[in-house]
């Protein structure tokens, strides 16, 4: 091990981040009970203390030591290590939650479970973030958590982009959410998203009304409304492929 700090295997560096922006080893380390000054429901205590082994800050990414300007929105973005029990393995998402709520600045969180694979075990990562999306005037944002599957540890990346901390948070969002550095229009990309899951899950249902269908009219109605749903989805998925 280097003198960066780790979550399991995991460090800024193993991630591709500059040695610039990597958090020592000796400052890494996060008490549980930094997060539990507020009161906290008695599901979030039990997954603070149980489902969650440790949390390790692993890099700080600010103008001074990632090449990018100040943004408007975003001042830093933290990388924050979330160590799984064992037995836990899905992340909770209360606890990225209580974490997020209590700091302004963009946080990605690094989660990693030991999980069985082939016969064995092997160290696994994925990516959480919770990111605000806009609000109209006069309403607080709605914030939205996307996880990235879970993949080997050591294959788990980041890639710095953009020229301010709010393309560079963009940035970032946009691989844990799509797999993809490109930030542009990325809560438009988002919402579009969100459109394909309701509209695909909605065919499903319409299918299986059609299916069931027992007269003419009913056929007939359930195919009318399949065939607007599936124009909607393929109007949703042309837009997705020319951004």
């Not at 539990?36 to 890099?59: F, G």
């Not at 788990?156 to 963009?170: N, V």
Request: proline share 4%; with cysteine.
């Amino acid at each position: 091990m280097t003198g960066e700090a780790h979550c399991g295997s995991v460090s800024a560096l193993t991630l591709g981040l500059p040695r610039s922006c990597a958090i020592p080893e000796a400052k890494g380390t996060l008490p549980k009970g930094l997060f539990a000054r507020t009161p906290l429901s008695a599901k979030t205590k039990q997954h603070l203390a149980h489902a969650i082994d440790s949390i390790t800050m692993l890099a700080l990414l600010r103008p001074a030591n990632t090449g990018v300007t100040l943004g408007k929105r975003v001042p830093e973005i933290l990388v924050m290590g979330l160590r799984l029990a064992d037995g836990t393995h899905d992340v909770p998402a209360d606890i990225v939650e209580l974490i997020d709520a209590q700091r302004k600045s963009g946080i990605v969180f690094v989660c990693v479970r030991t999980a069985e694979f082939e016969g064995t075990t092997r160290e696994e990562s994925c990516f959480v973030i919770r990111r605000p999306m806009s609000a109209r005037a006069g309403h607080a944002p709605t914030f939205l958590q996307f996880c990235s599957d879970w993949i080997p540890a050591g294959e788990a990346t980041l890639e710095i982009g953009g020229t301010t901390t709010d393309e560079l948070w963009d940035c970032l969002c946009s691989q844990v959410i799509f797999g993809t550095a490109d930030y542009m229009d990325l809560d438009v990309r988002i919402v579009r998203a969100g459109e394909i899951t309701v509209l695909r899950a909605q065919i499903a249902k319409l299918e299986a009304a059609h299916q069931r269908a027992k007269t003419q009219d009913q056929r007939n109605e359930a195919h009318a409304k399949l065939r607007k749903a599936r124009q909607q989805l393929e109007s949703l998925e042309q837009m997705g492929s020319n951004d």
